[in-house]
């Protein structure tokens, strides 16, 4: 017999989600998963087009729908923009999912300057101090959540992606301070790390991507978290494991195992 309806628990739909990278694939399908009646979406992203089709998208479901482009690499520009959309519909939840991938150029010894210095400000720089900006808020009113997109590559001291890699790094443990500061204040805060996502990010690696999730069942598994108030969600599961093994295995044998793995990325 299935549960009495009474007794369910009840699914939480936020009044106003702001979801940043919501032209991308992932950013997409998260703005579809919250698009209803009665919850406004505020959409940030790089690409106007995208944007415009994705909101179309949610406006078919009942949802209202502002959107803004910009690139997250001018933080005051994006903490002015911030205060602005929740001045004016206080934000009860908080998406960080923008961020950019890169790899070192084949036959390069290093990464450009360019793509460390994006991936410092769009992967590190600019979610935290969003967060920062939205807890402030929100634990004066007692109530929110933060979502921050981390990566299992986090775990992982990975040579030919060392600003991707540390960059997530440091927003994992930047996101659970940030949980540990709020909980008392009843915001939630969730650090999502997930391995490959079929996105056009992922679909740039020229290689495997081993245990691929779609877009609408990691969008379907951050919203359940963020709703639980998770601290972590790792997924899939596997990689927990893989995360406990790189901690176990010496540094000098994964750095040389690390070393010969032939990674390739295509051009935009």
């Known amino acids: 017999m299935s549960r009495p309806e009474r007794f369910a628990k009840a699914q939480y739909v936020p009044s106003h989600a702001l979801i940043t990278g919501a032209s991308g694939g992932l950013g997409r399908a998260l703005a579809l998963h919250y698009a209803r009646a009665g919850t406004h979406l505020t959409l ?16 078919q479901q009942g949802s209202e729908v502002t959107c803004h482009v ?13 205060r ?3 001045s004016r ?13 890169d790899i070192r150029p084949e036959g390069s010894v290093t990464e ?8 410092a400000l769009v992967n590190y720089a600019a979610p935290v101090t ?5 807890a402030s808020a929100m634990a004066l009113r007692k109530q929110g959540r933060i979502v921050f997109m981390g990566s299992v590559a986090a775990h992982h001291d990975l040579p030919f992606a060392s600003a991707y890699s540390s960059s997530k790094a440091g927003l994992s443990r930047f996101a659970t301070c940030l949980h ?10 969730t650090l999502i790390e997930p391995g ?33 108030k998770r601290a972590v969600l790792i997924f899939p599961r596997l990689f927990t494991l893989l995360k406990l093994v790189s901690i176990l295995v010496p540094r000098p044998i994964a750095h040389r195992l690390l070393r010969l793995a032939k990674v390739k990325q295509k051009a935009l």
Not at 89 to 101: C, F, K, R, T, Y
Request: hydrophobic share 55%; aromatic share 4%.
């Open 70 to 82: 910009l690139a997250l690499t001018d933080l005051d520009a994006g903490i002015a923009l911030f």
């Open 196 to 228: 490959y996502i079929d996105t056009a990010m992922s679909r740039r690696l020229d290689g495997a991507r081993p245990f691929l999730v779609s877009a609408e069942k990691a969008a379907a598994l951050i919203a359940e978290a963020a709703a639980r």
């Open 180 to 189: 540990a500061a709020m909980a008392p204040h009843k915001v939630g805060v």
């Open 84 to 86: 602005k959309d929740d």
């Open 130 to 134: 969003l967060a920062t900006e939205a």
């Open 44 to 59: 940030w992203g790089r690409n106007e087009q995208r944007l415009e089709a994705v909101a179309a998208s949610c406006r």
């Open 112 to 119: 450009t300057v360019e793509a460390v210095k994006e991936a």
């Open 89 to 101: 519909l206080p934000v009860d939840l908080l998406i960080l999912n923008a961020g950019v991938s």
